[in-house]
């Protein structure tokens, strides 16, 4: 498929893998858009939250959906900054209840469609990297590149507490790795758009490598295709 601005690439994979890192990076090298599509399903938990919606009532959670107004600012470092309903909802979105929150009403479908639908408005014309969980297989059936990063539960959870001592935050290794362990498990056993690696997707396992060695793995791959 020829596009008018460049590939669509979909980096798939569990959190913690290093999927925006490595898009980012990947798609600064090109000159390429950057999006992290977990940000639409934070901001939908984010409005579900502040506006007391149960995550469990499919209806309300599709409405709420359904009413978010999206836009999209390229920024220099390639990332597609987001506002929902005029806002830039930035930490709000990494707070842990919305994480947890975001990983339910991600059960939802219709929901899914709803985002699923804004997401291919933005790549339809190529010229971006987008890192989630479905770009592979659902989003983007035909993107022209597809990654699956993944590393061990205890690995991850490693990376989550360096994360957060460096910023100074206190990190309880145990409590970390049980809830990536229980997103994970929802994240794979959904009916909906379950996590699973495209068949056509190169699958990369980032456990013992460094993010330059993934950037680099990763950007390979893209060369192939381009050549
Ligand atoms: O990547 P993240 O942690 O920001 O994602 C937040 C949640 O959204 C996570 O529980 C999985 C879900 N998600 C999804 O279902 N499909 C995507 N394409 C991206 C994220």
């Not at 390229?74 to 806002?87: I, S, Y």
């Not at 219709?110 to 989003?139: F, P, Q």
């Not at 990536?180 to 994240?187: G, H, N, Q, S, V």
Request: proline share 3%; net charge neutral; hydrophobic share 40%.
């Amino acid at each position: 498929m020829t596009r008018s601005q460049g590939l669509v690439i979909a980096i798939d994979g569990t959190a913690g893998t290093g999927k925006s890192t490595v898009g980012r990076a990947a798609a600064e090298h090109l000159g390429y858009g950057f999006l992290s599509t977990g940000g639409l399903y934070r901001a939908l938990a984010y409005k579900v939250f502040a506006t007391k919606v149960d995550p469990s009532d499919a209806q309300a959670v599709l409405h709420t959906a359904k009413n978010m107004q999206f836009r999209f600012e390229r920024q220099p470092d390639a990332t597609l900054k987001m506002f929902v309903d005029g806002e830039y909802l930035g930490s709000k979105l990494h707070l842990d209840e919305v994480a947890q929150t975001a990983s339910k009403v991600s059960t939802n479908a219709a929901a899914r469609a709803v985002l699923t639908e804004k997401m291919r408005e933005l790549g339809r014309d190529g010229g971006i990297i987008m890192e989630g969980r479905d770009i592979g297989t659902v989003v983007f059936p035909d993107a022209e590149v597809k990654i699956y990063l993944d590393a061990s539960a205890e690995e991850r959870a490693n990376r989550r507490v360096k994360q957060l001592v460096a910023k100074g935050n206190q990190a309880d290794y145990e409590q970390i790795l049980a809830s990536i362990k229980e997103r994970d498990l929802r994240d794979s056993t959904r009916a909906a758009s379950p996590l699973k690696p495209a068949e056509d997707a190169i699958k990369i396992d980032t456990s013992a490598l460094t993010l330059p060695q993934v950037i680099e793995a990763v950007l390979k791959e893209i060369n192939k295709y381009a050549s």
